[in-house]
């Protein structure tokens, strides 16, 4: 077959030898690949009743076996579940040129390559789904893409990288240290060996990038999300902030400022009847808001190999009914790094008379106001610990910089933002 | 035009006059069919670069003014908004067999004409799509007809009814009784004058019965499903459960029990680790469970006018993008009525020797055994307040008759299921 090099030659898939089959082409063999021919076969007669087509592996690639140019010729739709960008980028890309839907759950190549992804889809009359790349099995791609199509969105916040949220509960729960739960999640399973795609946030922006662009229709990509992770976090912090009734997590935004987006990632403080607050273990969850709507959740487990299954085979069901929904076509919007956020600040000071006005006058002269405070111990060991007001974060940066330097403040300050009802 | 009565006239609409226009007659001039006139304006061109097509409203049917057929017949796809059963019903067949697409919130309508209807869409080749009959914009019918299209569902959840949400919420908020939450509910517009159908469970029925269908492809009306609704709730009851950690939701449930199923709505206490348990006030939410995904929730706001009508423009913009998915054919599955229920009893007793040992012992006799156990006040206040295992509904029921013929007994008992994980 030599069709599936050619660009010129979109439209649909050959003519299928079997009436009746649909024949699905998967390309990587690992635990997702393996639950997904288990649910293929599970659901095939199921399936049918559904679309009149009978869904069939028709070849699988490994590192080991298969040859993809004959998957390619032998297959209506490709599953990619290689993961990462190369061999995966030109395997999808040539897929879709040969005029086959694709489903794929790669998050690190739709978050760096989305708009060649897309653009090559629109023009070969494709689908490229890929619910399976944010959030498993919870359908946040589709309600984004389908549902919420009548609403102008105008902020996702989402716990979209399970690892974290399930250390950071530990850490809640057991007063243990970052370190402590992390070996904890290693030894369940939640935690890959390197975590640190994980614990340093990276995981997460590359959802955060997809989500934006499904939620606003602009161009974003990997690199204009900023990510902070979770690793410097302490169990004082967390106890303080429980005292203050906040919890932390680890969250995604992604937000309308004006014509402008920001898309961000970081630890963030919630209070109690924040719909994310009581997401715990490594569970994902997504919250929607728009005027319209006011505000929908979305949770469920996070990615496993069976979750990240099912989510493919929902994509493959909806392609095997066609046609395509065109991608919508992009609108390109600034992005924002100056945002506004509420903030805990967390300080060790000399416990000496006229520490506190200082602070205080430093945090004024920046328009940074106070919302709740508490002092805890004393002399050696006495700490600051308050929750600011919402105000631009270079703003407060500003003014901790200048605290940090007072000569009472014993150590650097630490800084969490705070997500409420404020803003 | 005569087609629309044409039952051999399935097929696509009449060519458009206006290339690039898609149609849109609404049946109905409420407070959703305003919002949702709204919307399409605001969001017609968004939609355009979706679809690649602008839609337009083209006529509305109201009591006072504008003529069925002639909507008809200038329409791509009818929105229908009347509620209630006739003239909804003759409307949207009428549609249907004149090969419109359909759109409704009609929960009345679904949840008691469901097989006729979905027969007459599979025979016209049309969409008929409900989103907004079900939890306003929480898209639960979305998800389970499309991403969950590969999961074997077990058992959803609801609180698809947010004025009796309401309702509880205050009454466990403030400790007021259910006919003061409900003049509040009433004053805030979370109530309608007359709230039989929403306090009496039969409006959370209705949405249950169209979940269940959609859940396990099964015909499921309104009169199979069991219902009872939140009068009966006593304040006392609310706050002797808080001791028990246990806070109190009108539920429906939908679920297999072998090859057969149950559908029901009834109040049930949650613990508080349930994904249910913190959704408040007039808000819905849905949990669907299956072994592959575990379990996922979504909830938002209820069924307001502009989320409703946001749901309905979504499904307009999912119709606009041809074909259909055609129906899923039918399996009858029987219908349970004895299930497994774990429950809260309430006992105002003579406080004498010997009264703990005979309740106990007649639940004995009866299979049900107490997980906690509380005894409130003495003599004549004496209340004994427990929670049993899960057990048969009708051993319990059988267990509280004889307890109510018990001469220290002195009120008739007070039941409330409990769902919890033990099941």
Do not use: C, W
Not at 50 to 76: C, H, K, M, Q, Y
Not at 108 to 124: H, N, T
Not at 173 to 185: C, K, N, P, S, Y
């Amino acid at each position: 077959m030599s069709d599936s090099h050619s660009p010129t030659a979109p439209g649909r898939p050959p003519a299928r030898p079997l009436p009746g089959i649909f024949r699905i082409g998967v390309l990587g063999r690992g635990t997702v690949g393996s639950a997904f021919a288990e649910l293929v076969l599970e659901h095939a007669d199921r399936i049918e009743r559904i679309t009149g087509l009978r869904p069939e592996i028709s070849g699988v690639l490994s590192r080991s076996s298969g040859n993809f140019e004959e998957i390619l010729a032998g297959s209506d739709l490709i599953v990619e579940l290689i993961g990462g960008i190369e061999p995966a980028r030109s395997h999808v890309l040539d897929a879709m040129r040969a005029g086959r839907h694709v489903v794929t759950a790669n998050k690190q190549l739709l978050s760096q390559f989305g708009d060649e992804l897309f653009a090559v889809a629109g023009e070969s009359g494709v689908q490229l789904r890929f619910e399976g790349a944010v959030a498993g099995v919870v359908p946040v791609v589709r309600v984004l893409q389908e549902s919420l199509a009548g609403a102008r969105i105008e902020r996702v916040h989402g716990i979209v990288n399970g690892t974290t949220n399930f250390i950071l509960s530990e850490m809640a729960r057991l007063g243990i240290t970052f370190e402590q739960a992390l070996v904890e999640a290693q030894r369940l399973g939640y935690a890959e060996a390197d975590p640190t795609d994980d614990v340093d946030g990276r995981d997460a922006a590359a959802k955060m990038a997809i989500l934006a662009r499904l939620a606003f229709g602009a161009p974003v990509s990997l690199d204009q999300v900023r990510y902070e992770g979770i690793r410097q976090i302490t169990p004082d912090d967390m106890e303080y902030a429980r005292e203050l009734g906040l919890g932390l997590k680890l969250i995604g935004t992604a937000e309308r400022i004006g014509e402008a987006l920001s898309v961000r990632v970081h630890p963030a403080f919630l209070y109690p009847g924040h719909p994310l607050a009581s997401v715990g273990g490594p569970f994902n969850a997504v919250t929607v808001e728009s005027e319209a709507i006011t505000e929908i959740t979305m949770s469920g487990p996070g990615a496993g190999g069976p979750q990240t299954a099912t989510a493919v085979l929902g994509d493959v069901v909806s392609a095997m009914i066609p046609p395509a929904s065109p991608p919508e076509a992009m609108v390109e919007m600034p992005i924002v790094s100056d945002v506004i956020s509420s903030f805990y600040l967390h300080l060790e000071v000399a416990d000496e008379p006229g520490v506190l006005a200082l602070i205080a006058q430093v945090l004024a002269a920046h328009g940074v106001s106070v919302r709740s405070f508490m002092q805890k111990g004393f002399s050696e060991q006495a700490r600051l610990v308050m929750v600011t007001h919402a105000v631009l974060e270079s703003r407060f940066f500003a003014a901790t910089q200048e605290i940090a330097a007072l000569e009472p403040v014993r150590r650097p300050p630490r800084a969490i933002r705070v997500i409420d009802e404020e803003f």
